[in-house]
């Protein structure tokens, strides 16, 4: 039977294009700051047969037969995640961290409601109200922006701007911001104008989950992540919030359900159908990884690591947004550098270092061709480098972005990157 073939007899192409992949990331130096490399027993949950399985509804509720394993993994999943982040309640289903914002949204909000969030150009993401998006188009986006000296975050001028405009939800995290947040704040503010507190903790997690971050626990009254980046876990998303009955009568005084009840409520059926069990599952091996004392570890040893490469780098005259950073990210403006995002990127790129284009703060040129980088380190300290490799690496992205137009020299710091790569063999993780 077909179903029984391997992939390689069943179609080349596909396994050839995956073994390049392996063979680009085993090499290469993998700075995304979103991305990272799950464990084999992650990777082993999640190409399991729970994919074959339709689960819809929750644990002990469902509206399918056959049941009783992925009951199991779900609620395996919730409690980990509960205790890992000190949550009161959290739904592992949804698909990504796109659905679950607009998830969470929709619980508490109806279309021409006011949604506040930091403006995409400025370190926020595209589901905190950017125009383009759905949540952009079906709330009233208000958009705060850092500071234009310090570019951190202007608690003041976010709080001025929430009594003016009393939003329904204020969001804080973000995906290009490389300093801690104060949740706290976030939360009074929300109180006093009656909003919604959530925080996007996407980037983030693993960091908090680990303690090298503040929590927004018990601050906040929803939070949305993925699953992935620093919790190095599968591709996927999840809510947490409060489980009790605080709801802001001039939206829900009718409702029968509490906040929770919402969320499980927009989440499916809402917007979802079956969840993805097998993903699910990857999730709960995920947070009992996290839950580990090595994780605590793991998480500690990314900032260090990001501080030592961002020091590095402002050692070559790079310049970077805020001076600097907390987390596991560093944004950098290549405008002294005389250099574009764009351009710095496609250099790296042959160089074997992998980061994404990216706009700064009050950024003059478009988003396909900015004038910054991001990068970061979670998936470098996952293949064991610390600090001193952090100089090595500034020192490749020196050499390669002063030479962006010789593809001879980028050649041979490809092979320096590979050099220093084999010390470290990723995918040494992944054989039986």
Same mark, same amino acid.
């Given at each position: 039977?077909?179903?029984?073939?391997?992939?390689?007899?069943?179609?080349?192409?596909?396994?050839?294009?995956?073994?390049?992949?392996?063979?680009?990331?085993?090499?290469?130096?993998?700075?995304?700051?979103?991305?990272? #490399?799950?464990?084999?027993?992650?990777?082993?949950?999640?190409?399991?047969?729970?994919?074959?399985?339709?689960?819809?509804?929750?644990?002990?509720?469902?509206?399918?037969?056959?049941?009783?394993?992925?009951?199991?993994?779900?609620?395996?999943?919730?409690?980990?995640?509960?205790?890992?982040?000190?949550?009161?309640?959290?739904?592992?289903?949804?698909?990504?961290?796109?659905?679950?914002?607009?998830?969470?949204?929709?619980?508490?909000?109806? $279309?021409?409601?006011?949604?506040?969030?930091?403006?995409?150009?400025?370190?926020?993401?595209?589901?905190?109200?950017?125009?383009?998006?759905?949540?952009?188009?079906?709330?009233?986006?208000?958009?705060?922006?850092?500071?234009?000296?310090?570019?951190?975050?202007?608690?003041?001028?976010?709080?001025?701007?929430?009594?003016?405009?009393? &939003?329904?939800?204020?969001?804080?995290? #973000?995906?290009?911001?490389?300093?801690? !947040?104060?949740?706290?704040?976030?939360?009074?503010?929300?109180?006093?104008?009656?909003?919604?507190?959530?925080?996007?903790?996407?980037?983030?997690?693993?960091?908090?989950?680990?303690?090298?971050?503040?929590?927004?626990?018990?601050?906040?009254? !929803?939070?949305?992540?993925?699953?992935?980046?620093?919790?190095?876990?599968?591709?996927?998303?999840?809510?947490?919030?409060?489980?009790?009955?605080?709801?802001?009568?001039? #939206?829900?005084?009718?409702?029968?359900?509490?906040?929770?009840?919402? !969320?499980?409520?927009?989440?499916? $059926?809402?917007?979802?159908?079956?969840?993805?069990?097998?993903?699910?599952?990857?999730?709960?091996?995920?947070?009992?990884?996290?839950?580990?004392?090595?994780?605590?570890?793991?998480?500690?040893?990314?900032?260090?690591?990001?501080?030592?490469?961002?020091?590095?780098?402002?050692?070559?005259?790079?310049?970077?947004?805020?001076?600097?950073?907390?987390?596991?990210? !560093?944004?950098?403006?290549?405008?002294?550098?005389?250099?574009?995002?764009?351009?710095?990127?496609?250099?790296?790129?042959?160089?074997?270092?992998?980061?994404?284009?990216?706009?700064?703060?009050?950024?003059?040129?478009?988003?396909?061709?900015?004038?910054?980088?991001?990068?970061?380190? &979670?998936?470098?300290?996952?293949?064991?480098?610390?600090?001193?490799?952090?100089?090595?690496?500034?020192?490749?992205?020196?050499?390669?972005?002063?030479?962006?137009?010789?593809?001879?020299?980028?050649?041979?710091?490809?092979?320096?990157?590979?050099?220093?790569?084999?010390?470290?063999?990723? #995918?040494?993780?992944?054989?039986?």
């Amino acid at each position: 039977m077909v179903i029984w073939k391997s992939l390689s007899e069943t179609d080349i192409e596909v396994f050839n294009a995956i073994n390049g992949e392996i063979k680009r990331e085993d090499e290469g130096l993998e700075l995304i700051p979103s991305e990272n #490399y799950v464990s084999k027993a992650v990777m082993q949950a999640m190409g399991s047969v729970l994919n074959n399985k339709y689960s819809e509804g929750y644990p002990g509720k469902r509206y399918y037969g056959g049941q009783e394993f992925t009951d199991i993994v779900e609620t395996l999943a919730i409690e980990r995640a509960k205790k890992l982040f000190n949550a009161e309640h959290v739904n592992v289903q949804p698909y990504s961290g796109s659905p679950a914002n607009l998830a969470a949204y929709l619980a508490v909000m109806k $279309p021409g409601d006011k949604l506040m969030g930091l403006a995409l150009s400025q370190g926020g993401h595209l589901t905190h109200g950017h125009k383009v998006s759905q949540t952009g188009k079906l709330f009233k986006a208000v958009q705060y922006e850092l500071d234009p000296e310090t570019k951190t975050l202007d608690y003041d001028a976010i709080r001025k701007l929430a009594e003016k405009e009393k &939003p329904q939800v204020i969001v804080s995290g #973000y995906t290009a911001y490389p300093r801690e !947040i104060d949740f706290k704040e976030f939360a009074e503010i929300a109180k006093d104008v009656g909003a919604y507190s959530m925080a996007d903790i996407a980037h983030i997690a693993g960091l908090i989950a680990g303690g090298a971050h503040p929590s927004p626990f018990p601050h906040m009254d !929803i939070v949305t992540t993925t699953t992935h980046k620093t919790l190095r876990g599968p591709r996927g998303g999840m809510i947490m919030c409060k489980d009790d009955d605080r709801l802001h009568e001039k #939206y829900h005084s009718d409702s029968k359900y509490n906040l929770a009840q919402l !969320i499980d409520r927009s989440v499916f $059926p809402g917007l979802q159908g079956g969840p993805h069990m097998n993903i699910i599952a990857g999730k709960a091996v995920a947070f009992e990884e996290d839950l580990q004392p090595e994780f605590k570890e793991y998480a500690a040893q990314v900032v260090k690591n990001a501080k030592a490469l961002a020091d590095a780098l402002m050692e070559y005259g790079f310049e970077l947004v805020s001076g600097g950073t907390d987390n596991h990210l !560093i944004l950098i403006d290549l405008t002294n550098k005389g250099i574009t995002g764009m351009q710095a990127e496609k250099a790296l790129d042959k160089a074997g270092i992998t980061l994404n284009k990216n706009t700064v703060p009050f950024d003059p040129r478009p988003p396909f061709d900015p004038s910054g980088i991001r990068l970061g380190t &979670p998936a470098i300290t996952t293949r064991g480098m610390k600090e001193s490799e952090m100089k090595e690496i500034a020192s490749f992205m020196n050499e390669a972005l002063e030479n962006i137009n010789n593809d001879s020299k980028l050649k041979e710091i490809k092979q320096k990157v590979k050099d220093l790569c084999s010390n470290y063999p990723l #995918y040494e993780l992944y054989k039986a």
